[in-house]
C-alpha cells in the first residue's frame, strides 16, 4: 500500500532555532514529491517540488532533501520565525499513487515557534 | 491576480440540507480537484477533473456531487446522503504532473 509517513507529528521550537521535518514513503515507482505549508484554517502552499533526479531545494530558510534510493525526504527550516508556526505537509506523486490523482498526501507536521 | 477561489469561507448546514461549494481559478489549469481535510487526517481526494465537461469519483465521492461545465469552475455539492459532512474541504487546480495550487478552502459545518 502506497503510505506517506512524517515524523515528528508535532514539534515546538524556539524562535530561531533550526529543525528537520521527516517524510518517509512507500509510493513506487515515483514521479515527485512536494512540500506544502498550511497556516491554521488556510490552503496549503507550495515550498517545494523536487523530481527524482533532484536531492536537494531551497526556498529562502526552507532546504529540502530527497534520497530517492532510501525513499526519504526532509525539510530543514533555518532560523525559525513566528510566522513558520504552522502544518508542513509531504506529498509525493506516482502513477500508481494513492489517490485516483495520484497523489498520496502525509497527515503533516504540526510545528510551533515560541518566542 | 491570478489564483483559486474558494466561497464561501464558512459554511453551515442543516440537517438533511444540500450545500455547493465554490472554486473558481484563472490560472488556466485543466485540472481541478476536491479534497476533504478532517483533523489529524491526510487530505482525501472526492472528485477530479482533467477536462471540462469530465470528472472522476476519488477515494470518497459517496455523498457528494461535481460539476464541470467550465474550465474555471468546478463546485462541489455536499448532498444530504453525505452523513458526516462537517469538515474543512480544500480545491486545488494543477497543470498535468506539475505541483498543485490550493484554493483557501471552506469550513463546513452541520447545525
Known amino acids: 500500500k502506497n503510505q506517506v509517513e512524517q515524523s515528528p507529528q508535532s514539534l515546538i521550537i524556539l524562535e530561531g532555532k533550526n529543525c528537520t521535518l521527516q517524510c518517509n514513503y512507500t509510493v513506487s515507482p515515483f514521479s515527485n514529491l512536494r512540500w506544502y505549508k498550511q497556516d491554521t484554517g488556510r490552503g496549503p502552499v507550495s515550498l517545494t517540488i523536487?523530481?527524482?533526479?533532484?536531492n536537494t531545494k531551497s526556498n529562502g530558510r526552507y532546504t529540502a532533501t530527497l534520497d530517492a534510493d532510501t525513499k526519504q525526504s526532509s525539510l530543514h527550516i533555518t532560523a525559525s520565525q513566528l510566522s513558520d508556526s504552522a502544518s508542513y505537509i509531504c506529498v509525493v506523486s506516482g502513477p500508481s499513487g494513492g489517490g485516483a490523482d495520484g497523489l498520496t498526501f502525509g497527515k503533516g507536521t504540526h510545528l510551533i515557534i515560541q518566542p | 491576480d491570478g489564483g483559486i477561489t474558494q466561497s464561501p469561507k464558512y459554511l453551515f448546514r442543516k440537517e438533511g440540507q444540500n450545500v455547493t461549494l465554490s472554486c473558481e481559478q484563472n490560472l488556466n489549469h485543466d485540472a481541478m480537484y476536491w479534497y476533504r481535510q478532517d483533523p489529524g487526517q491526510g487530505l482525501r481526494l472526492i472528485y477530479y477533473s482533467q477536462i471540462v465537461n469530465d470528472f472522476q469519483k476519488g477515494d470518497i465521492a459517496e455523498g457528494y456531487s461535481v460539476s464541470r461545465e467550465k474550465k474555471e469552475s468546478f463546485p462541489l455539492t455536499v448532498t444530504s446522503a453525505q452523513k458526516n459532512p462537517t469538515a474543512f474541504y480544500l480545491c486545488?487546480?494543477?497543470?498535468?504532473?506539475?505541483?498543485?495550487?490550493f484554493g483557501q478552502g471552506t469550513r463546513l459545518t452541520v447545525v
Open positions: 486545488a487546480s494543477s497543470k498535468t504532473n506539475t505541483e498543485a495550487f
Open positions: 523536487m523530481t527524482f533526479s533532484e
